[in-house]
């Protein structure tokens, strides 16, 4: 009894949060490693982007709710997430036209575009600052929990309980339907074979008529779309504060890195590497242990290796190492 209240714990704090998470990053970090695979520039004001659609869809939330407008059990932003989409589309797209086409024409060098990215990065952070505040929002409605933690004792018989939140199953299920349809249209479609082409040899690809320009087009409404939909995701698991997804640009570029960059496998891979080792670096396994082991060795502390204010220093560890000693990511992608 005790050994399945120990994997019952272990469930509800890690692996079900680990997966929720590591979906979030893997969506994040495949429109890092898409715009690295295919224009050839980290984009440092990914995770900006990842706030703005997310400020965008929160908006429009409210709107839909002040209208009456619901999706009943699921949350309501679901459906303001196309208007996120859209709007995130626009910008990256606008952000596109006025400032990287420039430095693509001219053939700038990549440690440019990262500069140039940057400075993006903060007019995003403050745009989205000014718009709808530095402090936490929370627009997840609908049911909270599908199975509660009373539910489940009561089921069960055990001590431990099982919540299960509504938004992580969101999460996993719209994760896999996501890359999903990204990998049909990379792998399926005329545009995305281009893409692809484009991604591996340029100067070839455009010997074979495949047009550039529509090729970044592309890119950046992929890259709008997988943004807002991993910011919403988070939002709605967590809570919305613009900082923390200023802050999640570590995790998520350590996540492509560590699949390597370019690899969209990679960067799905890499999502789940670093969601993991912070949950479980940061989880107190006190509950655990004391469920596992017999009263003799039951651990007096919390056995956390690391607080959860430093859980982003394991992201960072991760990737210097992987920096030092594989360059090119579990999947050998392009090197950094």
Known sequence: MDLMNAIVALTNFVLIPGIAYGSQLAIGALGVTMVYGILRFSNFAHGDTMAFGTMITI???????????????????LLALPIGIA?????VLTTDRLVYRFYREVRAKPVILVI??????????????????????????GERFLVTAREFKAWSGLEEGLAIKSTQVLTVVTAVIVVALLFWFLNRTRTGKSMRAYSDNEDLALLSGINPERVVLVTWLIVAALATVAGVLYGLDK?????????????IFAAAIVGGLGSPLGAIAGGFVIAFSEVFVTYAWKKVLAYSL?????????????????????SFIILLVVLLFRPTGLFRGKSV
């Open 59 to 77: 908006l429009a939330t409210w709107g839909l709710q002040a209208a009456g407008i619901t999706a009943g059990p699921l949350p309501t932003a």
């Open 239 to 251: 809570s919305f504060k613009p900082f923390t997804y200023f802050q999640l640009l570590l995790p």
């Open 116 to 141: 140039v990215s940057i400075g993006v990065m903060f007019v995003m952070n403050g745009i989205v600052r000014f718009v709808i505040g530095p402090d936490d929002q929370n627009f997840a409605d």
């Open 294 to 314: 017999p009263e003799p060795l039951e651990p007096s502390g919390l056995v956390q290796l690391l607080s959860t204010d430093y859980k982003f220093a394991v």
């Open 87 to 91: 709007a995130t589309a626009i910008l």
